[in-house]
């Protein structure tokens, strides 16, 4: 199992990014993908998941109506699409997958500052 993550950067308070994470090594279209956070000095927190068919998608409450989970399992890739974003949203992002075991991607580094 291999994750990608790519696409995170210096964005200024209420601009947007997007994030993905290409996936292998297993059916990405059988498993449900989350998009996980963690700022300095804190825990790695949930941010939104999103079902195998994409049917489903769950947020944080402080990314809701700010973010949006999407995947495409023709490319194995899941989005985040980040906008209005905060200061506090400042953080790495990783992608996960449980397939038998947790997996984690690298992570992106999303910095928002003015």
């Known amino acids: 199992v291999q994750l990608v993550e790519s696409g995170g950067g210096l964005v200024q308070p209420g601009g947007s990014l997007r994030l993905s994470c290409v996936a292998s090594g297993f059916t990405f279209s059988s498993y449900p993908m989350s998009w996980y956070r963690q700022a300095p000095g804190k825990e790695r927190e949930l941010v939104a998941r999103?079902?195998?068919?994409?049917?489903?998608?769950n947020y944080a409450d402080s990314v809701k109506g700010r973010f949006t989970i999407s995947r495409d399992n023709a490319k194995n890739t899941v989005s985040l699409q980040m906008n209005s974003l905060k200061p506090e949203d400042t953080a790495v992002y990783y992608c996960?997958?449980?397939?038998?075991?947790?997996?984690w991607g690298q992570g992106t580094q999303v910095t928002v500052s003015s």
């Open positions: 996960k997958v449980t397939k038998g075991r947790v997996y």
């Open positions: 999103i079902t195998n068919a994409g049917g489903v998608t």
